[in-house]
Structures are given as structure tokens and as C-alpha cells.
């Protein structure tokens, strides 16, 4: 009951409500599941994601990444040089401004921005209710290759959604992969006026295009050391695991596949 009368407070609140500035006006908080190994479905990093947004610009990041960039992070690891902050699980971010995605993703200890190209969606004929929300399916293709089903709810008249997954014409609630390696869905949907802007890195590393971070990832996967200030990658007892990290980044499912 409570989550149908919130479906219904939003449908009347964005017939209204445009943006008038970079103040978001709805926060969604998503859980991902990520599987790193197909065959074990057990294994898996889970982490936590929110979506501001407005009917023009949003932002999708972590919480623990903007905290860990703008150096207010509470979260520290003990080192032989004391304590220092704890690096997030995810540091990704998506800034959209109108119709333009800017993607941030991590190659080893640099951080590259490129223009997301758009996704073509499939309205399917699937529906079912989630959070409340009167829900439909559909489906697309990335321009990697990978087939992903996103749940979206024309109730929030909102083109948005976690990562890269917009364009619908509705709020999507849920996403995930053929082979359901990757899962996000949404934990919480409130109002917000919470300021929307992109992550600070400080010095991520600005593509021309999206090609040059998938070759800069293809690298690093080779010889992760590349992208590492040319370390190599040792475990406590100084043995080489460079070879190691290599495989199991080969392993890992990323957004873009």
C-alpha cells in the first residue's frame, strides 16, 4: 500500500516538476551483482549506486567514491605507513546533461572519461509491478555486443536510469544481462533536491573517444602493471601475481560487454 501511494505522489508530482536548475529532484539507490565467473554464480561483488536526477541532467555514482575523491571519507585501512583512506568497490560514475553521457571508469589507478554512444531499446510485451511501480520490459543491444532487459515504469516520466541504461520512456527500476552476470535494481526511490554535478577525480584522463578506453582496458588486462606507474602486482610475500590479476580481469564482467 505504502508503495502505491508513492507510485502515485510521483506521478502527480512530475506532471508538474521541471528542472529548473541542477537540483535533482527524485534520489534512486541501486544494488548491483556482479559474477565474475559464470560457471559460480555464488561469487560475486555486490555494491551500492544512486541515481539523481532531474528531467534534464543526473548523476550515477558511488557515495563511497565521491566521499573517497572529495577527500571526507571516514572509511580507512592500516598500512605500515598508518592509516590511509579504504578505496571504494566501485569508483565509476555516468554524468548526463541533456542527451550527452559522460562515463568515468577505472583502468589500474587512472580514471578515463569518454561519450557514451546511446542505446536502442525494444519495447517487449512483458509486464509485472515493482516497488508499486506498473513495470514493462525491454531489451537492447550495447554497441559491445552484449544483450542487456531493463524493467522501466512509465509512472516516472523520467528518461533515466543506473549506468548507462536511459532513454526509455520511463524511469527504469531494474536491468540485467542474457546470462543474468549482471544484475542492478532499485532498493529506494525518494524526493530529493540534492545538488547534481559530476564526480571530482582531479585528473581522470579525458578520451576523444570511447575506443581509446577499450583499448586502454584491453592493455591493462594484458599487463596490468601498464596502468599501475609500471608496478608490479605482489602478494604479501613478494611473490609476482601480475600474471593472475591479468587472468581474472580477463574473467570480469564490466557494463561495456
Known sequence: MKNKLLASLFIVSFAFLSAQNN???????????????????????????TLLCNNVESIYFSREAKAFYNGTSKETI??????????PKSVGSVYKSKENLL???????????????????????????IKGFKSRLAKTTTDTGDTFFAWFTNDVTIQDGPFRFKGLSGLILEVYNKNKTIEIYATDIKKSDEIIEPL????????KSKDQFLEARKNYTENPSMYNGNLRVVDANGNDKTKTMSDRLKKMNTFLD
Open 23 to 49: 537540483k535533482a529532484i527524485m534520489e534512486i539507490n541501486y544494488e548491483t551483482k556482479l559474477v565474475s565467473d559464470s560457471l559460480n554464480k555464488d561469487k560475486m561483488t555486490i555494491f551500492a549506486s
Open 78 to 87: 592500516s598500512t605500515t605507513a598508518g592509516a590511509i583512506p579504504k578505496y
Open 103 to 129: 562515463v568515468s571508469l577505472p583502468v589500474g589507478k587512472y580514471i578515463f572519461t569518454y561519450e557514451e554512444p546511446k542505446l536502442k531499446w525494444e519495447i517487449l510485451n512483458d509486464t509485472k509491478d
Open 200 to 207: 571530482n577525480y582531479g585528473n581522470d584522463v579525458k578520451t
